[in-house]
């Protein structure tokens, strides 16, 4: 069968939004740089071109993708479409920046913003976005906390997925806590900030995020 072309204008519309950025790259190791890549189709039907089924991958991550192995778990289509998502709102936020000529002045850095993985496993990921927020009534300096987590990576048909997403307040102690009360236990999560590092606790998390998904563990800044 002849392979049918995508659209100049569906083409157009999927390099600029990733900025010819892999969004595997981007989702497995944050890695924003330029790549020679093609674009792909996440159902692998050549004749679906619809904005919904198609990525910019580099080249190495686009022939992974379209291969199967019994060696190992391949990729999803969930999970590359998660990373395209994650890539588009990133790739939007950092080029709606306006860009200055001549000599600036950028206000200091929030010391606890940023992006943080998770260390030390390689069969559970995950990764934490820390974004600050107007101060509550009392002053005290508030962040959003938003998270991604992966358990089983090596299952054969994939792994569980989980989402995270608070606002807290960070104490004197360098520490935010949040507690939910659902009537019969309580969930809880302690982030520890300490320099480009975040040890993360959780209480009573089974089942919150999804099946033996949790943010426990130590994260590095990105």
């Known amino acids: 069968m002849t392979r049918k072309a995508i659209p100049a204008s ?5 390099l600029v939004k990733s900025r010819r950025r892999c969004c595997i790259c981007y989702g497995l190791n944050r890695d924003t740089s330029l790549k020679a890549g093609q674009i792909a189709h996440l159902d692998q039907n ?36 998660y990373f395209r998502k994650e890539l588009y709102e990133h790739v939007g936020k950092a080029f709606s920046v306006p860009v200055h000529f001549g000599n600036v002045t950028l206000p200091p850095e929030d010391p606890y913003a940023g992006q943080f993985i998770r260390i030390g496993t390689d069969v559970d990921s995950a990764e934490i976005t820390v974004t600050p927020v107007p101060d509550g009534p009392d002053g005290c300096p508030r962040y959003h906390i ?45 982030l520890k900030f300490d320099g480009d590092e975040i040890v993360v606790e959780e209480e009573n998390w089974l089942g919150r995020y999804g099946l033996n998904v949790n943010f426990i563990g130590s994260y590095r800044k990105a």
């Open 146 to 190: 938003s998270g991604f987590a992966l358990w089983g990576t090596h299952r054969e048909y994939g792994p569980n997925m989980g989402d995270m997403s608070i606002v807290g307040e960070m104490n004197n102690k360098g520490t935010i806590e949040h507690h939910e009360y659902n009537g019969s236990e309580t969930y809880s999560i302690l």
């Open 46 to 81: 050549n004749s679906n071109s619809s904005l919904e089924n198609l990525c910019y991958l580099c080249l190495e991550h686009h022939d992974e993708y379209d291969s199967t192995t019994r060696q190992r778990k391949n990729l999803t289509i969930d999970e590359v479409k």
């Open 10 to 14: 569906t083409q157009s519309e999927v």
